[in-house]
Nanobody, 126 residues
Framework: QVQLVESGGGLVQAGGSLRLSCAAS?????????MGWFRQTPGKEREFVAV??????YYVDSVKGRFTISGDNVKNTVYLQMNNLKPEDTAVYYC????????????????????WGQGTQVTVSS
């Protein structure tokens, strides 16, 4: 059974930093997986934030230069380092996984991902 467990969320002032972690278990050894981060605020659709697809990294424009996605294959963990946080970054952040994408067209769609974590709250105060 696949499990994705996020951690690292919390309350931070604008301009501060947080590092989110997503620990993955149960992903079978027959595939390599793309790992993504999405975020969601009440009443809005889940928004793509970043993806790590083998060695390809891609970010939504609003976080480029501030967020960095990385992975640790030994720990089966993916990270989202978030710097210079802004109040508009406030959301529940979700980790997602799916077998590697062959086309970047699929990166941005929540429906392209097979597995999801439970989410972690990030709140940025002004």
């Amino acid at each position: 059974q696949v499990q994705l467990v996020e951690s690292g969320g919390g309350l931070v002032q604008a301009g501060g930093s947080l590092r989110l972690s997503c620990a993955a278990s149960g992903l079978t050894g027959n595939y390599y997986y793309a790992m993504g981060w999405f975020r969601q605020t009440p009443g809005k659709e889940r928004e793509f934030v970043a993806v790590l697809n083998w060695n390809d990294r891609y970010y939504v424009d609003s976080v480029k230069g501030r967020f960095t996605i990385s992975g640790d294959n030994v720990k089966n963990t993916v990270y989202l380092q978030m710097n210079n946080l802004k109040p508009e970054d406030t959301a529940v952040y979700y980790c997602a996984a799916t077998p590697l994408f062959s086309n970047s067209y699929h990166y941005f769609r929540a429906t392209s991902y097979s597995y999801w974590g439970q989410g972690t709250q990030v709140t940025v105060s002004s």
